[in-house]
């Protein structure tokens, strides 16, 4: 199996480990005599080389938060919060899914996993979900040993349920799937009318100086958000320009700044949405 990787410090005692397979980010938050970690992965296996690195960096208690119910980001919660549990943090809308919907959640992850990650996806297929036990609405403040951290809900975005972690006496926020580094947002379950109006709500709580880490991939900056933030407002305007006109959503992703795959997804969700369907 793949070893998940090890901690590196991005800014003043806050870590990043990158995960090799899909490159998902977990942050690590220290604080005197607490921890906060932002997400989970995707296995147990991968869960239990995630807790041995945080031991490695610090066996202070943890708190956990997951920045969206995506299997990537969540299905470690069982093994990371241990028994009894640590507080697992999440949107009311997300902690719901996960309680809710497990069978759901598993058998879209299999399917998404299963032809380029087959071993990923069987391990997965079989992992047992932990709902998280407290939940944010719009807006929450956790001292994590004297640090104050922000959990706040932008918008519909990536998800009904994104979180970002924000972390103000070290410049730093963690976007989730909000933003992406290591390839273009995912638009399977997103909202990608009011992707562009969560972005802009992100982007009023960073700097020029902010370290953004995204969902997957390296650590971003404020610029990197913005230019992100442009494509998703042309792709829009794009979908509603081409339901106006009743044009296919297969023309709208003809046109979009990302992928075609991609960017036919976010054409169909964002016609639902105008539809009133999503």
Known sequence: MTTTGRFVEVAERVLVLREPVLAVNVTLV?????????????????????????????????????????FDHCFGNATLAGDPPRPVWAHELAAAAIRDEPDRLRREAYAELHPGHPELAAELADTALLAPTHTVRTEAVLDVGGRQVVLRHPGRGHTDADLVVQVPDADLLVAGDLVEQAGPPAFEDSYPLQWPDALAELSRSISPATVVVPGHGEPVDAEFVRAQHAQLVELAWLIRAGHTGGAPPERVAADAPFPARHALSAARRGYAELDGTA
């Open 30 to 70: 220290l604080g005197d005599g607490a921890a906060l970690l932002v997400d989970t992965l995707s296995t147990v296996g991968q869960a239990a080389e995630l807790a041995a690195a945080v031991r490695a960096v610090t066996t202070d208690p943890l708190t956990l938060v997951n920045t969206h119910h995506h």
